[in-house]
């Protein structure tokens, strides 16, 4: 019943002193509103890096060659070349749940047309690649299995190579020099951007790969076969499958090591989003102790005021004020102090990412759960920086109270 | 005193009926005996002037009559209940509903319009108002006494005597029992003391019960009934036989620079 009066006296005491309370609420909406916007730039990133991952196809498996060793000197993954295009061809034979599979041989060449040349990425890849990876062309159709099959001299291109070489001219139909070897391009791809170690994915120009390991790479080995099964389920057990085969391929005795390396699309999702996972947390913990910071003014000025309104805090005893009334008047104030910077840290916050999104290009995700969160942790600082004060003036001697001076 | 414990006739009439009250303060080692038998009624309508020299006691009698104290023995019987045993939360309520408190220095709050100081006990009252209730009650009493068209001046704005009339209104908006004021006049020129009393006087013709701290003779005068304390006990009781009347005192001239001790 007397709640409601309470309120109304808590709203007046703050009222009377408004500089000191904008001021002392000016801690909690800086400190909200540095949780929301580092909270929405590490969310942002952490989004962009899934984004990015979820890019390189959905329920993908890679298997990478292994590396080898030589004299002592040891090569990276793919060096050895273990992986046989017959690996490729038993995968898509025996493995159950494989919707797709890519082989893929990578290098880095000059390539021409006209008077312009370009230095570029080549990858040779299955027609399944583009599905695979869920790369949809822009402009122009992919290489048929025909294609691979015939090792026919043809190639899509990606954004960029179409950009340096051609300008503004439509690329399809025209014919790319690479090595000297005249490619027809059948299609350019859409744009996917800078992958997270920050290459632009669309400087590239993909074959079948068997055209690229005849005219371009040369050798017989893969350096890696991409794999795509069907259902997410079915990851763990294709990848068990996979790793036996090619065991059993490899003539690998029990006991020895592996000589080719798979991993899934999770695995590398997982070690990839755990750095900017950190980051968000990091940031958010940096901004946290801003929060405390302001939760702690309010302790302070709440402290004061209760000092400095111990005749007031008498006054209100001697007509009647109970202990309870005068503790919930202290506690209503610091809540509202914290709950109102709250209100107003989340429009800062908000701000301030928008602002960082548009003036630095960094992508901010402001999500609803963070809203929520920062504005039950701003109203939790108050009642628990301003219960010590509240209990402390409910507390006083009324008799005290009134004499002090 | 020859009061017996035994039997108190809770409604014998007496508005305040102090029965061989004890106060005693503990500081360390120290007993301090404040008030140490005091036996004391007062009839609704009276008003009652409490003097004597500062550690007579008076104050910690006030604080005991005010209900902000409890006695350490004795009983203190308010409008026919027993009080003396309450706790913090009941006493509370009971300075809430029977008693109106006027304060030396006014104590009304900074930065709060008088309208809003008047409020402050209804705020604390069983009946829950709405905010045009409390503004009509608030404004109606500042009328009664004499501040009509002040209701939104701040402390600062006003007068010593526009305070204390301030605060005169907040302890009348309930309705109490008993009006207690502690040295109400203290802060005031002579001039606005007598106006202060005039209003006293008023309020006790409407039949309203005051008991007043002072130490001043000529303004405890003013009230119908003198008690006297010393070293914790009352030195004398007796009624004002030669009462000053402050209207008359106001219509004088020349009254304002008298000398209040002359």
């Known amino acids: 019943m007397r709640v409601g009066s309470t309120f109304n006296v808590a709203f007046r005491a703050l009222r009377r002193n408004k500089l000191r309370s904008v001021l002392t609420a000016l801690g909690i909406i800086i400190g909200v509103g540095a949780v929301i916007a580092m909270v929405g730039i590490g969310n942002g990133a952490k989004a962009q890096v899934e984004a990015q991952i979820a890019s390189l196809g959905q329920n993908v498996i890679l298997i990478f060659s292994g590396s080898t060793t030589s004299s002592g000197i040891r090569t990276g993954w793919g060096g050895a070349g273990t992986l046989k295009i017959e690996d490729a061809d038993a995968i898509r034979r025996e493995v159950p749940g494989v919707v797709g599979v890519s082989e893929e041989v990578v290098s880095t060449t000059q390539v021409a047309a006209g008077n312009q040349n370009w230095f570029t990425r080549i990858y040779g890849e299955s027609a399944d690649y583009f599905d695979l990876r869920q790369w949809p062309l822009a402009d122009g159709v992919p290489f048929t299995p025909q294609d691979v099959r015939s090792a026919n001299k043809v190639c899509v291109i990606g954004r960029t190579t179409a950009t340096q070489i051609y300008g503004n001219e439509d690329p399809v139909g025209q014919i790319l020099r690479i090595k000297n070897v005249p490619f027809t391009i059948t299609g350019v791809l859409t744009p996917k951007g800078l992958s997270t170690q920050g290459v632009d994915q669309d400087d590239i120009v993909i074959m079948p790969y068997t055209s690229a390991m005849k005219r371009v790479v040369g050798g017989t080995t893969l350096r890696n076969i991409n794999v795509q099964v069907g259902d997410a389920r079915q990851i763990e057990a294709a990848q068990q499958q996979i790793i036996s085969l090619l065991r059993q391929r490899h003539n690998i005795r029990p006991g020895r090591d592996d000589d080719f390396t798979v991993r899934n699309q999770q695995e590398i999702a997982e070690a990839a989003t755990a750095a900017s996972k950190v980051m968000t947390l990091l940031l958010g913990a940096i901004a946290g102790v801003s929060l405390v910071v302001g939760g702690i003014g309010i302790m302070n000025i709440m402290l004061v005021s209760v000092t400095e309104r111990t005749r007031e805090i008498g006054v209100r005893m001697a007509v009647g004020a109970h202990g309870n009334d005068i503790l919930t008047q202290f506690l209503i104030e610091a809540v509202t102090l914290s709950s109102v910077g709250g209100m107003l840290g989340i429009i800062v916050g908000i701000g301030a990412s928008q602002f960082l999104a548009w003036k630095f290009q960094w992508p901010t995700l402001i999500s609803i759960s963070s809203i929520a969160i920062a504005f039950l942790f701003s109203a939790a600082v108050g009642v628990f920086f301003g219960f010590y004060p509240a209990r402390q003036a409910a507390r006083l001697d009324p008799i005290e109270a009134l004499r002090y001076e | ?262």
């Open chain 2, 1 to 262: 005193m020859s009061l017996s414990f035994n039997g108190i006739d809770m409604n014998n009439g007496a508005l305040v009926r102090l029965i061989d009250v004890h106060k005693t303060y503990r500081t360390g080692e120290m007993e301090v005996h404040a008030v140490r038998g005091v036996s004391l009624e007062i009839q609704p309508g009276e008003f009652v002037a409490l003097m004597g020299a500062s550690g007579s006691g008076k104050s910690t009698l006030m604080n005991l009559l005010g209900c902000l104290d409890r006695p350490t023995s004795g009983r203190y019987v308010l409008d026919g209940s027993d009080v003396s045993g309450l706790d913090r939360d009941r006493l509370a309520d009971i300075r809430n509903r029977k008693i109106g408190f006027i304060f030396q220095s006014f104590n009304l709050l900074p930065r709060t319009s008088a309208r809003e100081n008047v409020e402050l006990p209804l705020l604390y009252g069983t009946h829950r108002l709405t905010n045009a209730q409390l503004r009509e009650k608030a404004d109606r009493v500042l009328a009664s006494v004499g501040l009509g068209g002040r209701e939104d001046h701040h402390p600062s704005q006003l007068s010593g005597g526009q305070q204390q009339r301030v605060a005169i209104a907040r302890a009348l908006v309930n309705d109490p029992e008993v009006l207690l004021a502690d040295e109400p006049t203290g802060n005031l020129d002579s001039r606005t003391s007598v106006e202060i009393m005039a209003i006293f006087q008023q309020l006790n013709e409407r039949g309203i019960t005051i008991i007043m701290v002072t130490h001043e003779q000529d303004i405890a005068a003013y009230a119908r009934r003198n008690v006297v304390m010393r070293d914790g006990i009352l030195l004398s009781d007796k009624v004002v036989t030669q009462r000053v009347l402050a209207e008359a005192e106001l219509d004088k001239p020349g009254t304002s620079t008298n000398n209040p001790e002359e």
